[in-house]
């Protein structure tokens, strides 16, 4: 059967995508952590550098290598903000898929937490970690480039997932947010994923694009079909 060759699309172009959830040490032992598996962040490079681009990865995830893609290895959201910080300036498109702790413990226990340390139930005070997505939008370092992030919500009696994601994509100020509907059996460490693309492009309202649903390579692709259309549109 005749091959069907994978458009270079993304030739010439590098690409940036974060991927993972952090780790926040607590004491030697332990940290605070997420489910993310960083599954859909290694799609979106293994198809990234599939379609020509050059892409770094910054993983705080423990899954192999993609071919084809220089990762840097990350635990922490301090961490992550310091790698991404540092590449971003070269690239033409940055995605932000880690799942980012949104608070850190504010102090590091540099010997194993006891039970005997105190009488009671020890209490982790928290402190936030840095918006790195809303900085890399707020401080671009290229012209021009895409600044994508990913949201996972869940509907509420506040409003609908959609409506959650439109205020997200406005707080951020990014131009494009990857939006999964999460609950106890979505997403989470599964191979398929279900996802609509809002575009900030254009008017009051963010434009939608519906991806099939699909495998996590399946919705990377629909991922960088809008980003390759934002792209072109921005250039031309
Ligand atoms: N993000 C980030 N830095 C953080 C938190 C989140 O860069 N400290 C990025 C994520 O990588 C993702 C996007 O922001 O691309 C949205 O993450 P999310 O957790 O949905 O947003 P939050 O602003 O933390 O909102 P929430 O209170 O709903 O968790
Ligand atoms: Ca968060």
Redesign the pocket.
Known sequence: SPAVATPQDLAGRTVLV?AGGTREPLDPVRFLGNRSSGKQGYALAAVAASRGADVVLVSSSSLPDPAGVRVVRVET?EQLRTAVLAEAPSADVVV?????A?FRPARFTDHKIKKSDDGGSPVIELVR?????AELAAHRTRPGQVVV????ETGDAQGSVLDHARA?LA??GCDLLVVNEVGVDKTFGSDDNTVVVLDAAGGERPVEHALDPGTKTEVAAGVWNVVTRRLAARAG
């Open positions: 974060s959201a932000m898929a880690a799942a980012v949104d970690n840095p918006d790195i997505l992030g990913f949201a996972a997200k707080r951020k």
